[in-house]
């Protein structure tokens, strides 16, 4: 009797939750067969996939944008496994929790012969001395590890655990795997949408399921005032009342990845490619003072002595952008940019500072001729006068002045400045 109403009670309280719990959590994967999209990892034969179904997972670190199925993944291999599974979440868990995993985990493979698999997601967020924790519980087989990150684990996680993990990339959901998401989102809801309102959702979501399946709730939501007791179909104007916005992912690897673009595409002189990475650099969030920074970089190493005039634009630039702020700015920003990739390029200044470095880093400081040096030990107490004296009529004696040696004798003929074809002056 004791047993009975809880159960009635928790029986219904599970029931309201499956109504009314989110739409992410209704859809969740059970079984590989239910993961949409990488295929590289969780299709027949991949490698992935027959490590879970053999149940012999060693340590991993599943790496990959936001919405590409790290946890999905995660809690299939928890479905799958003979293993305990235990979940912690690196934002909320440190190294305490760790420790009473990993002490229990020990407990159960001594009394019971039964692994544990410990996911930490977001294992990007532990301090490399929390991560260093996990270190000997995973090299001995106390635990095995699976790790979520959405920044690259050779920058963030430390080398020790990487060496004893398998790394698995995981890609942007293809424009088809996330139609898909979108259908299974509407089939429970009850829902329908033309084909244009599921190609719209599709290019908003930028390859994240969780975004999509969140876009789908918002548009059925307003698609639900719209059409009543009626059947609900979405339509375009939904997603337009909706107000939702396009989703750009911006991370660690995201942001090095867009620089790299628009400073590639100004350097080959392709105009089109440059004004298309700005506006993308600017609606993902990136700093446009790193941008900024950036095209002064640029002007001086890649255009350089080819128009000088480049560094002055430039810079300007990077003033206005502080003085004037975003969006404005953007439009000096766009001209700046047009301005460097039409630009001639030339090196020939990035050349020359190389070469400049290397000789003084790896040689001895050279003694200046004697004409350079403020005291002249050669001309006794009128070292000093004689200095000044020279440097008053330095403009007098032009031509002498330019058939001095300036370079120390040790360097004599050495050239560090080749002007390039492109070079102005």
Same mark, same amino acid.
């Given at each position: ?6 159960? !009635?009670?928790?029986?219904? #309280? ?83 929790? !760790? ?7 020990? /407990? ?5 012969? *039964? ?6 997601? /977001? ?36 080398? #020790? +655990? ?10 942007? +959901? ?43 709730? +918002? ?14 179909? !979405? ?24 620089? *790299? ?6 350097? =080959? ?13 600017? *609606? ?7 941008? #900024?920074?950036?095209?002064?970089? /640029? ?11 480049? +560094? ?29 990739? *039409? ?12 070469? =400049?470095? #290397? ?67």
């Amino acid at each position: 009797m004791l047993n009975g109403p809880p159960n !009635l009670f928790t029986q219904a #309280a599970d029931e309201v939750l499956a109504e009314r719990s989110p739409l992410a959590i209704r859809m969740r994967p059970q079984t590989l067969d239910q993961v949409v999209g990488q295929h590289h990892l969780v299709a027949k034969g991949a490698p992935l996939r027959q490590m879970i179904e053999q149940d012999r997972l060693r340590s991993a670190i599943l790496w990959g944008p936001p919405g590409t199925g790290k946890t999905t993944i995660a809690r299939v291999i928890a479905n799958t496994t003979s293993s305990e599974f235990v979940m912690l979440h690196a934002a909320t868990s440190g190294v305490k929790e !760790l420790r009473e995993v990993v002490a229990a985990a020990e /407990e159960r493979l001594g009394i019971q012969q *039964r692994g544990t698999v410990v996911f930490i997601d /977001e294992l990007f967020r532990w301090t490399k001395s929390q991560i260093t924790s996990l270190l000997e519980p995973t090299e001995s087989g106390i635990i095995c590890l699976v790790g979520a990150t959405t920044e690259s684990p050779w920058f963030e996680i430390n080398s #020790a +655990l990487l060496s004893r993990s398998t790394i698995y990339k995981l890609d942007p +959901l293809e424009e088809e795997d996330i139609a898909e998401v979108i259908r299974r989102a509407l089939g429970i809801l009850g829902a329908s949408a033309t084909n244009e309102t599921v190609d719209q959702i599709v290019h908003m979501a930028s390859g994240d399921a969780r975004q999509a399946i969140g876009l789908v709730e +918002l548009v059925y939501a307003v698609a639900v005032g719209r059409c009543g007791a009626g059947p609900v179909v !979405l339509e375009p104007t939904d997603v337009e009342r909706s107000g939702a916005a396009k989703v750009y992912r911006y991370n660690t690897d995201e942001h090095y990845t867009l620089a *790299r673009a628009i400073i590639q595409s100004i350097s =080959a002189g392709d105009v089109q490619a440059s004004c298309y990475y700005c506006v993308r650099c600017e *609606r993902s969030g990136m700093d446009m003072k790193f941008l #900024a920074r950036r095209l002064v970089i /640029e002007a001086a190493e890649e255009i350089g002595m080819a128009d000088p005039r480049a +560094l002055q634009i430039a810079v300007a630039n990077f003033e206005a952008l502080d003085r004037v702020g975003l969006p404005e700015a953007m439009i000096p920003m766009m001209q700046t940019v047009i301005y460097l990739a *039409r630009a001639p390029k030339s090196n020939s200044v990035l050349q020359a500072l190389h070469k =400049a470095s #290397a000789i003084v880093d790896h040689s001895p400081a050279y003694q200046m001729p004697a004409h350079l040096r403020v005291v002249d030990e050669s001309a006794g107490p009128q070292a000093g006068v004689m200095a000044s004296k020279l440097q008053m009529n330095r403009h007098e004696h032009a031509s002498d002045n330019a058939r001095r040696q300036y370079l120390p004798d040790e360097l004599v003929g050495t050239v560090f400045y080749e002007p390039s074809e492109n070079d102005k002056l």
